[in-house]
């Protein structure tokens, strides 16, 4: 299993951008995608996920600002990031887990990162 990460870049406070994450390699289903980062000198951490179903959880920074999504059909997740703070940036990474595959079930998965600069 194979997760691409993409859609960073540099933006300004206030604005938006749309990350994008495509999970390959004969995948029948997925059961959690998640977006993760991790900023300079500091710990990963959570940003939201979202199950197969729908259901959906935000870390408390994000909440009300970033919107995450999936497609399931093409087992692809995106984070939708609205009123940008200097404080979101950092490296953000895809997460699957519970991956179901031709050759069994994947615990879970990363993808290489994007980064986000947010920055006047």
């Known amino acids: 299993v194979q997760l691409q990460a993409s859609g960073g870049g540099l933006e300004q406070p206030g604005g938006s951008l749309r990350l994008s994450c495509a999970a390959s390699?004969?995948?029948?289903?997925?059961?959690?995608m998640g977006w993760y980062r991790q900023a300079p000198g500091k710990k990963r951490e959570l940003v939201a996920i979202?199950?197969?179903?729908?259901?959906?959880n935000y870390a408390e920074p994000v909440k009300g600002r970033f919107t995450i999504s999936r497609d399931n059909a093409r087992n692809m997740a995106f984070l939708q990031m609205n009123s940008l703070k200097p404080e979101d940036t950092a490296v953000y990474y895809c997460?699957?887990?519970?991956?179901?595959?031709?050759?069994?079930?994947?615990?879970?998965?990363w993808g290489q990162g994007t980064l986000v600069t947010v920055s006047s």
């Open positions: 390699g004969n995948i029948f289903s997925i059961n959690v």
């Open positions: 997460k699957s887990e519970l991956i179901r595959t031709a050759g069994g079930i994947v615990p879970d998965s």
């Open positions: 979202v199950t197969s179903s729908g259901r959906t």
